[in-house]
């Protein structure tokens, strides 16, 4: 018995080129193509090909990883930083204190960075505001991602969580 769509003359969605595949599948979401690439070995092979990545990354985030592609493959970036953590990016405003601060989480060298934008002290309110790191995600040896924290006065960075992002409560990690 032969095998579906290996009969000869016979035409099978399987038996285009990856490139053609991957072409096909990146009209679906990010996240049905990390799950699409469990179906078969095909479909694996062709999610596995990096400008896919790249052009999810591009549509669904607006980041370019033109930093990392030796360190850390598209896909791994894709579906275990931006899948997770994507939502982050952008300007947040902080409920601290009288004035409050902003923190700015965009996507630098291959990982998101976050940046804590404070007002200056009274009476310099017409000095630029300042700025301190706040934390970073990024993916470790084990091609995981890790969040580490840069506050509270910490030597080195430090491995932390966040906690909830909302539109009506404070930042929190």
């Not at 032969?2 to 490139?19: A, I, Q």
Request: glycine letters at 6%.
């Amino acid at each position: 018995m032969e095998e579906v769509g290996k009969r000869s003359g016979e035409l099978c969605f399987l038996n285009l080129p990856n490139e053609t595949i991957a072409y096909i599948l990146s009209f679906l979401p990010g996240k049905e193509l990390a799950n699409i690439s469990l179906v078969c070995k095909t479909f694996y092979q062709a999610c596995k090909i990096e400008s896919l990545w790249e052009r999810k990354c591009i549509e669904e985030f607006g980041v370019r990883n033109d930093v990392t592609p030796l360190i850390h493959s598209q896909y791994q970036i894709y579906t275990k930083v931006l899948s997770k953590y994507g939502y982050l990016l952008g300007l947040w405003q902080q409920k601290i204190g009288t004035y409050g601060g902003l923190i700015k989480i965009s996507f630098v060298g291959g990982r998101l960075v976050a940046t804590e934008y404070r007002p200056p002290a009274y009476p310099n309110i017409n000095a630029p505001l300042l700025t301190k790191p706040f934390f970073t995600v990024e993916l470790d040896d084990e091609v995981q991602a890790s969040v580490r924290c840069a506050i509270k006065g910490a030597k080195t960075p430090h491995l932390c969580s966040i906690l909830h992002v909302s539109l009506s409560d404070a930042f929190a990690i």
